[in-house]
């Protein structure tokens, strides 16, 4: 797509300064929304306020009376810390205790204790509490109880004092005394039932516990008897008995314990016996082995006597022989050893047979000591477990009794003290104010709720509307914004402008509407009313286009719109009016063969010729194009319309027709179709230097425009910019900001010679 610079346009608003954030610009577009639609949303905070006061004011008044109670975790504790009460109020953990007040915010409101206070009163009789009207109450016959407690509960609430152990008992009610009274005695009602429920229990307590005090001494004395008799058949007491196990089991610990021993020391003596029998088995003095003997000395010495022997011997045998009388001597002192160490070996043996045998026979006795002791221990055992039993027996209803006739001392007591954990802090007062209705706080919650409604309903009906209004909405398009065209309908020849009038300049009002111009010549407008805001917007248009024509040639321009009834003809007949005003020769080319309407703006009866026998060939420029009037504007009318207008356009003789006709002026415009309805716009898109696009205000829609602005995309057609055509500048909402500029325009040109005076005779200045 070509790039084209960025045009010059009248804004409605200054651009946002650089750096803007996006909430800045949403918060904008919000109060924008506000002041554009101020009436709806003042309207809507009326009716709220309206509403809000109609219902306050016709809502009955309540009132409400307030008690203080405080609800203590444990009653006071008159008979210290030891002695605990029948009922446990609330002492626990930290769940317990929670789970407690919320038991007791119930029981404030429970159906018991609103009973209390209707049979107390006689609520039930009471018409004024029941809500029976006054024309009904001569009729009126008693309410069950029942029902009078449910009309109690519904006018109670009790609210909780955070990080305390107070409570609050509200009662609602549209008289006053009656919820100060009310309030007082649902307090007063709860403290007695809390007292009651106490001093019930404890009475039921007291005398379950001297039945079973009764039951538990009879049985105490049974077993105290059961007992004493076992001992008696069995000779025994118990503590003789438990002596006697004491001294069976340290003597079975003691026999055990040497019976160990001797064990040990006869698997030694064995070990040593078979030691030494080996030992004897030794031929050699001097390998016998002198541990398996316990060391003995005597061995030792005979085997270091037979030692040196045997190394004297050893050499006179390597000397002189073995038939010397020394070594003969030697042999027989050696042999003598040999006897020597056998015979003590022997005896050696002799010695730890003795010693085996000692062994066991002490081991034989400790085992028969030790079975003699596990008899008796056994027949002790056989004696103890029913003597247990019955020891148990009566220590366990010895403790029962104990207990109960403890418990029953001071429940007792308990009972006789009449403490309670519950208490009345501060009475209900007599309530000055009602809480309900709130007038004041109704009032400002209608106004906020008002504001919210309004506002959001003006922002759903802004967001609903689709069309398009402003030149914010132009810009969001994408395209260049060339200007504005204001409503002829609303527009004036000379806009207010101001004079002054002594030391201030007051605004005069309007000139009055010249004569003939009954019927506006909307197509012909500029033409007739030459200094009007509708001139003087288009003068603006052009005068972007020419900006746009500074490095291009902008000879052919196309006109048309996204959809029917947007002004596309009439905006193209007064910007070319205007270009001719401009000194330029300028034609107007109805390229519309559909339905045609170039020749009615001008005045002109359909001919026979035109466009459309132009390129056929049956005409030629200088018979088909005709004369406005308007000085340098000429037009080119549609002619006959063709069965078949997408067709002809498409061929090299309309081609032909266009170049030929621009040749012969310094601009030329065609007014064609809606681009957005059928492809004749897009197929002439091709053949000029621009396309301008009429939107009309409050009326073509954004998806409309998106969609002529992407079919021209689309085929690369280069798009001049947007018109905003038929923009009402005296509605406040959206011409507000155009309706200053062309104030200042009509200023302008009133300070001329066209100004009125009041020496010209004009009324409106006098």
């Known amino acids: 797509m070509r790039n084209y610079p960025p045009t010059p346009s009248l804004s409605p608003l200054p651009p946002p300064a650089q750096g803007s954030s996006d909430l800045g610009a949403g918060v904008w577009e919000y109060l924008a929304i506000v002041r554009r639609r101020w009436l709806l949303i003042l309207l809507v905070v009326v009716v709220s306020l309206g509403v809000a006061a109609f219902v306050t004011l016709r809502t009955t008044k309540v009132y409400r009376a307030t008690a203080t109670v405080r609800i203590e975790a444990q009653a006071p504790r008159v008979l210290g810390e030891s002695v605990e009460n029948v009922v446990e109020m609330g002492a626990g953990g930290f769940w317990s205790n929670i789970e407690y007040y919320e038991t007791q915010y119930k029981i404030i409101t429970s159906r018991d204790v609103a009973l209390r206070v209707v049979k107390q009163h006689q609520l039930n009789e009471d018409p004024a509490f029941l809500g029976v009207p006054p024309e009904a109450r001569a009729a009126f016959k008693p309410d069950t109880f029942d029902a009078a407690a449910e009309v109690l509960q519904s006018m109670l609430q009790v609210e909780p004092i955070k990080d305390s152990r107070l409570a609050l008992i509200h009662i609602d009610d549209t008289d006053p005394k009656r919820a100060q009274m009310l309030a007082n005695a649902v307090a007063a009602a709860y403290v007695d039932k809390n007292l009651e429920t106490m001093l019930k229990s404890t009475v039921d307590a007291v005398d379950w516990l001297s039945s079973q005090l009764d039951d538990a001494r009879t049985k105490l004395s049974k077993s105290e008897e059961a007992l004493l008799a076992y001992k008696q058949e069995h000779d025994i007491l118990s503590i003789a008995l438990e002596d006697k196990q004491n001294l069976i089991a340290a003597q079975m610990t003691e026999a055990a314990q040497r019976l160990m021993e001797t064990r040990a020391k006869r698997i030694e003596l064995q070990a040593r016996k078979a030691a030494v029998s080996q030992a004897a088995k030794v031929a050699d003095p001097l390998a016998v082995p002198i541990e398996a003997l316990n060391d003995n000395l005597l061995v030792q010495q005979l085997k270091q006597k037979y030692a040196e022997l045997s190394q004297e011997r050893g050499e006179l045998s390597s000397r002189y022989g073995d038939k010397f009388p020394k070594l003969v001597e030697l042999n027989a002192k050696m042999e003598q050893i040999r006897v020597d160490i056998g015979r003590e070996v022997h005896n050696i043996i002799a010695s730890v047979d003795a010693e085996l045998e000692t062994a066991r026979n002490t081991e034989a006795g400790l085992t028969a000591a030790l079975e003699e002791f596990k008899a008796q221990a056994q027949d002790l055992a056989v004696k103890e477990i029913p003597y247990n039993s019955l020891a148990r027996e009566a220590t366990n209803n010895a403790k029962v009794y104990e207990m109960l006739l403890g418990r029953s001392g001071e429940a007792d007591l308990s009972r006789l003290l009449r403490v309670n954990n519950v208490d009345v802090l501060d009475a209900a007062l007599l309530p000055e104010a009602p809480i309900t209705p709130r007038v004041s706080l109704n009032l400002a919650l209608a106004l906020v709720i008002g504001l919210l409604l309004g506002v959001g309903l003006a922002v759903v009906l802004e967001f609903t509307d689709r069309t398009i209004k402003t030149q914010d909405d132009v810009d969001a398009l994408g395209v260049p914004f060339l200007g504005i065209v204001p409503s002829i309908d609303t527009s004036t020849t000379h806009d207010g402008y101001y004079e002054k009038d002594g030391l201030r300049r007051v605004k005069r009002r309007k000139a009055a509407p010249v004569e003939g111009d009954a019927k506006i010549d909307y197509d012909r407008y500029v033409h007739t009313h030459p200094k009007s805001q509708v001139a003087e917007s288009l003068r603006s248009i052009r005068t972007n286009l020419m900006f746009m024509s500074t490095d291009r040639n902008l000879k052919r321009l196309l006109v048309t719109s996204p ?19 401009s000194g330029t020769r300028v034609l107007l080319v109805d390229t519309d063969m559909r339905r045609p309407r170039v020749h009615k703006a001008f005045g002109i009866e359909r001919p026979r010729t035109g466009l459309s026998t132009m390129v056929l060939g049956e005409s030629d420029a200088a018979s088909t ?40 002026y310094d601009r030329v415009i065609f007014d064609s179709p809606p681009i957005g309805v059928v492809t004749d716009a897009a197929i002439l898109s091709k053949l000029v230097d621009g396309t301008v696009l009429i939107i009309k205000s409050l009326r073509t829609t954004r998806d409309a425009a998106k969609h002529a602005v992407g079919v021209l995309r689309d085929i690369d057609s280069p798009i001049l910019g947007v018109v905003l055509n038929d923009l009402n500048l005296a509605d406040k909402k959206y011409g507000q900001h155009y309706y200053y500029y062309y104030k200042k325009y009509g200023y302008y040109y009133g300070e001329g010679k066209d100004r009125p005076s009041t020496e010209d005779g004009d009324p409106a200045a006098r």
């Open 563 to 581: 959809s029917p009834q947007e002004g596309k003809t009439t905006v193209a007949a007064n910007l070319a009016i205007v270009m001719a005003q």
């Open 625 to 664: 194009i005709r004369q406005t009037g308007v000085p340098n504007l000429d037009v080119l009318v549609c002619g006959p319309t063709p069965p078949n207008p997408s067709e002809l356009i498409h061929t090299d003789a309309f081609q032909r027709v266009v170049d030929e006709v621009a040749a012969l």
